[in-house]
């Protein structure tokens, strides 16, 4: 067994041990999602205050509006009752590192894990690689006030999604903790 494994599950043994929660409901009490990226960096339930129970929080790179986030965000509201959505991106994101052509070309050469340096991404391994990586769009990003607009404007437009939903475009500093509005024009 890895350290990681023993670890998460020595864990959850603690959690599980003082668990009090499993009486809550499945729709989210306070009748929203969040859609934000999986940095590591981010933890919504201290941004945004919440609570088990409290929000749904749809996690992908990036925090974009990719077809399963808003698939998430239709069930979300649709069986669940959610009523307000926000998208949450934040500074120093890993997607602006890269373009979609760089993470093609790193994945058709090699499916190790790259490195990057100063002067860009690199394959540390021979193959074996796939070129599969070239039908993903891989919603990379070149500005972040771009991005979170063109996400909140595909959620807002989307057909399945109803015009009454209020959807608030944020970018979370990872510097001072602060959600930065993105207003949308």
């Not at 959610?82 to 979609?100: N, S, Y």
């Not at 959620?155 to 602060?178: A, E, N």
């Amino acid at each position: 067994m890895s350290s990681i494994l023993t670890e998460v599950l020595t864990a959850n043994r603690d959690y599980a041990a003082s668990f009090d929660k499993g009486d809550l409901p499945m729709p989210p009490g306070r009748h929203f999602a969040i859609l934000t990226c999986m940095d590591a960096r981010l933890d919504p339930a201290k941004y945004a205050g919440l609570s088990e129970g409290d929000a749904h929080v749809i996690r992908n790179a990036g925090g974009r509006a990719s077809d399963d986030a808003i698939r998430s965000l239709v069930i979300s509201y649709k069986l669940l009752g959610t009523r307000e959505w926000f998208v949450i991106h934040h500074t120093d994101c890993g997607m602006e590192t890269f373009t979609d052509d760089i993470m093609r070309d790193l994945l058709s050469s090699s499916l190790k894990t790259a490195s990057v340096d100063a002067s860009g991404w690199h394959d540390c391994c021979e193959g074996p690689g796939s070129a599969e990586g070239k039908y993903i769009d891989w919603l990379t990003i070149k500005d972040q006030v771009q991005s979170v607009k063109e996400d909140v404007t595909r959620i807002k437009t989307h057909p399945l999604v109803p015009s009454d939903i209020p959807v608030y475009g944020y970018i979370y500093d990872v510097k001072s903790g602060r959600l930065i509005e993105v207003p949308q024009e």
